[in-house]
């Protein structure tokens, strides 16, 4: 009884997490250009709404930015060093050609390549604005939403197990 009792307790405790999990948001960074030179992410991220706890990815890999490394890297900067395309050595630095992000934090956040004149010249900088967490989705009519039913339930269940 007693690892039945667990296991429902872990399926409601994984219910939990699974639909907050859901909420978060994969970008796929330049849609299917990559990060690569003269392309404008100023106007790919224009229309898009970043939140905290969204994933910045480039493809299906989960990377956030795909690219040749030998060739290119992304160095998330400050304002000023965006407006310059200079870094520090105390920036964060990603070169593997396969990078992934996730938003933790709201604000702005600033990307460059800083091989050659790539930012510069070629476009290589992207800019973008976090938001705080989306709020769960209200229920668009009286019948209650399948993750949350499910959600609700495995609590009711878990507690019901845990105090057997």
Same mark, same amino acid.
């Given at each position: 009884?007693? /690892?039945? /009792?667990?296991?429902?307790?872990?399926? !409601?405790?994984?219910? *939990?997490?699974?639909? =907050?999990? +859901?909420? !978060? $948001? &994969?970008?796929?960074?330049?849609?299917?250009?990559? #990060? $690569?030179?003269?392309?404008?992410?100023?106007? #790919? !991220?224009?229309?898009?709404?970043?939140?905290?706890?969204?994933?910045?990815?480039?493809?299906?890999?989960?990377?956030?930015?795909?690219? &040749?490394?030998?060739?290119?890297?992304? *160095?998330?900067?400050?304002?000023?060093?965006?407006? &310059?395309? =200079?870094?520090?050595? +105390?920036?964060?630095?990603?070169?593997?050609?396969?990078?992934?992000? $996730?938003?933790?934090?709201?604000?702005?956040?600033?990307?460059?390549?800083?091989?050659?004149?790539?930012?510069?010249?070629?476009?290589?900088?992207?800019?973008?604005?976090?938001? /705080? +967490?989306?709020? +769960?989705?209200?229920?668009? /009519? =009286?019948?209650?939403?399948?993750?949350?039913?499910? =959600?609700?339930?495995?609590?009711?269940?878990?507690?019901?197990?845990?105090?057997?």
């Amino acid at each position: 009884m007693a /690892s039945f /009792s667990a296991s429902l307790a872990f399926f !409601a405790i994984s219910m *939990v997490l699974l639909s =907050s999990v +859901a909420l !978060a $948001t &994969d970008f796929v960074v330049g849609d299917d250009k990559g #990060w $690569t030179l003269d392309f404008n992410y100023t106007v #790919w !991220a224009q229309d898009k709404v970043f939140r905290v706890g969204d994933n910045l990815y480039e493809d299906a890999l989960m990377a956030v930015f795909n690219y &040749d490394n030998s060739k290119h890297n992304v *160095v998330k900067v400050n304002q000023t060093e965006f407006h &310059d395309c =200079s870094s520090t050595a +105390a920036n964060d630095v990603y070169q593997s050609g396969k990078d992934g992000i $996730t938003l933790k934090s709201e604000g702005r956040k600033w990307y460059i390549c800083s091989k050659g004149n790539h930012c510069s010249n070629h476009q290589m900088k992207l800019v973008i604005n976090v938001e /705080s +967490a989306a709020p +769960a989705p209200a229920p668009t /009519s =009286s019948a209650p939403s399948l993750v949350a039913s499910l =959600s609700a339930g495995a609590l009711i269940v878990a507690g019901a197990a845990i105090l057997a």
